[in-house]
């Protein structure tokens, strides 16, 4: 079972390039979410999708966009990469009614 | 505004001996709690959850946590500590029911020495 799938695991942007991190789950799970983590300040929820077709922001969405593509995917989108978004990102996934997050094994971007 | 806040960025312990991370919350409404661990280069799992069944949480590889209104507080426990347990280890509370939702804390580094 793959669970929750992230591409790329590991990226250096440039200021200002644009890129996407793709994420994919195989449990046929409602909610998707995107978090980023960051050196003592824990995980913070970026943007989640509660089902196929829905998105709404978390508590730090400047700077990001999302798509749910389908029920299986929910991508998270930088369009112009700032420093400050050096961060790991984790996708997460849960079922519907539940609280227990299913996480990937997180994006780690650098922008220089 | 709703916070988490786990006392001690870092705890070493040695190998048997007792675990205990903090975590304190904020809020005027009992929330439903949680334990996340995060072994090296992995996502986080969930260790155990709180959702006002019972105050003492019993979860995998041997932990619980209690939940105690009056500190606002849910510690988390072990009593003997195995080299695997080291790992980082976050608390994090929903202030709703079923979504995932949540206010994670700052994250507690476990060293386990042998």
């Known amino acids: 079972n793959a669970g929750v799938t992230q591409t790329p695991k590991f990226q250096v942007l440039k200021t200002g390039q644009s890129m996407t991190l793709q994420c994919a789950q195989d449990?046929?799970?409602?909610?998707m979410y995107w978090y980023r983590q960051d050196p003592g300040m824990g995980l913070r929820l970026i943007y989640y999708?509660?089902?196929?077709?829905?998105?709404d922001k978390g508590e730090v969405p400047n700077g990001y966009n999302v798509s749910r593509l389908n029920k299986r995917e929910f991508s998270l989108r930088l369009e112009s990469a700032a420093p400050s978004q050096t961060s790991v990102y984790f996708c997460?996934?849960?079922?519907?009614?539940?609280?227990?997050?299913?996480f990937g094994s997180g994006t780690q971007l650098s922008v220089l | 505004a709703q916070s988490v806040t786990q006392l001690g960025s870092h705890v070493s312990v040695s190998e048997g001996a007792l675990v205990l991370l903090r975590c304190n919350y904020s809020?005027?409404?009992?929330?439903?709690l949680f334990w996340y661990v995060q072994y090296p280069n992995q996502g986080l799992q969930l260790l155990l959850k709180?959702?006002?069944?019972?105050?003492l949480v019993k979860g995998i590889n041997g932990f619980e946590a209690e939940f105690k209104k009056s500190e606002t507080s849910f510690h988390l426990t072990k009593p003997s500590a195995h080299m695997s347990d080291a790992a980082e280890y976050f608390c994090?509370?929903?202030?709703?029911?079923?979504?995932?939702?949540?206010?994670f804390g700052q994250g507690t580094t476990l060293q386990v020495k042998p």
């Open positions: 449990m046929n799970h409602n909610s």
């Open positions: 994090a509370v929903s202030f709703s029911s079923n979504t995932g939702k949540l206010i």
């Open positions: 809020s005027s409404v009992p929330p439903y």
């Open positions: 999708s509660a089902s196929e077709g829905t998105t």
């Open positions: 709180y959702t006002s069944a019972a105050t």
């Open positions: 997460a996934s849960s079922d519907q009614g539940t609280e227990k997050l299913f």
